[in-house]
């Protein structure tokens, strides 16, 4: 009974009120914290860095409240030393404060490194092997021979390479592949396909990237990263093949309009070839 009146007190009702005050006060200054700490509900806009020297654009990034680091960096002639060549994430993302961006920026000089061996592989571990070395993929030959696409020798400058000769990273390597008997390849379908993307897919389809052409809708570089394919030639067609080592000219934009027409058409000329 003694307990059963204790538990009614007004000292008790009093404690547990006092409690539970402080309990909610406890949890409300918890989450007031972490929305402050996490900056819950803010936005910032990323600046566009690229072109920037590096000085310029950590001075950018700190009064944006943002922070970087330095990713990598590659060599481009075409560019000062320090100059920002790439970010991520890129311009115009949204981001929470005291996001860390990553920058590519030209290096002082180019690093070199030692070649690999790509005589008489095929061209897939060829693209491998050079890809993994931090070279660029150039122009695709093909001369007699009995087996399609192993590589013959690769070339430089027009000049051809010898394995464990030193190379500037980032250069660009031809390669002179074996025709077999294979006469023709399909032209890859590239619609939708950023120019990256579809340079990828067309030197993957044995075939040489031709012209690359920006429609009225690209101003800046960060549209021509976002632009996407709606025209090519020759186009995709399941019924033709083109010879390998053929060029493919491609189109981008950023129109949307002109994409989902692009793609449409595409759609009813593959419906008529199926029917």
Known sequence: MKSNHFFKSKFFLTQIGIALGI??????????????YTHHGEKLTVPNLYGASLEDAAKTINDENLRFSVYDSIYNPKHEPGTVLDQRPLAGAIVKRNRNLFLTINAHKPEQVRFPNLVDNSFRQAYELLITNGFKIGRLEYASSQFFNLVLYPKHNGDSINAGSMIDKGATIDLVLG??????????????KNNSQAKEKIILSNLNVGKVQFDESIESHIDSIQAKVFKQYPSFNEDRKIRPGNNIDIWLTKDTLKLQQADSLLQQRLGKLLY
């Open 23 to 36: 309990t909610i006060v406890l949890v409300w200054i918890t989450l007031s914290g972490l929305k402050w």
């Open 179 to 192: 025709r077999g008997n294979t006469y023709g390849v399909l032209a890859p379908n590239l619609m939708g």
